[in-house]
Each structure stands twice: as C-alpha cells, then as structure tokens.
C-alpha cells in the first residue's frame, strides 16, 4: 500500500510561523507532483501549492512570498514552510502525490490524512 503522513500542524499566533512535512511510503517507483491543499470549516478543499519532480514550483496567490515548498526526493519527503501566518490561514492542511506505482506502472494519486494549522490572533 502507499501511505502519505503528514506532519507539522498546530496552533501558532498571527504572524508566526509552522513547517509542514509530508513522507510518501510503500510500493512506488516514482513520485511526480506533490501538492498541499487546504479546507476550512464549511469551505472546500482548496490547491495551495504544488511542486514538480524537478522542483518547479506554483502557490496560490494568497501565499506567494509567504509560503514555500521544497523537495526531497531521496526521501519521498515535501515540505510546506509557512510564515507570517494571518487569520484566513487556518484550515485541515491535505498532502497529495501523483505517485506511479512500482507493480502495476500505473499512476495514481494519493492524499494524507490531514493535519491542522490553526492560527490565533
């Protein structure tokens, strides 16, 4: 089975900062995209930011210069650098990755279970 866990969540004031993590595990060849995505309480899940296998990078407008994504490849691992955290930040934080999986050859995205970014004032 492939299994994403992410990482990092917690309460921190406005203006603070957290480090999200997130570890692809089990049967796969290749991890292409990796992306954050967010949902708060009665809104949908939203994209974030995404990174490539090369590390090209996309963030939604809200966060650009905010929030930045880095990679490691060697371990499966993608991490989501905030900082300077506001009010509309908060939300259940989902990892997702477009993995390819080793036996089959087929890709197949995979998402984390959550974890929560709450931010007070």
């Known amino acids: 089975q492939v299994q994403l866990v992410e990482s990092g969540g917690g309460l921190v004031q406005a203006g603070g900062s957290l480090r999200l993590s997130c570890t692809t595990s089990g049967s796969v060849f290749e991890i292409n995209v990796m992306a954050w995505y967010r949902q708060a309480p009665g809104k949908g899940r939203a994209l974030v930011a995404s990174?490539?296998?090369?590390?090209?990078?996309t963030y939604q407008d809200s966060v650009t210069g905010r929030f930045t994504l880095s990679r490691d490849n060697a371990k499966n691992t993608v991490f989501l650098q905030m900082n300077s955290l506001i009010p509309e930040d908060p939300a259940v934080y989902y990892c997702?990755?477009?993995?390819?999986?080793?036996?089959?050859?087929?890709?197949?995205?995979?998402w984390g279970q959550g974890t929560q970014v709450t931010v007070s004032s």
């Open positions: 990174i490539t296998s090369t590390g090209r990078t």
């Open positions: 997702k990755a477009n993995t390819q999986i080793r036996a089959t050859q087929r890709w197949q995205a995979y």
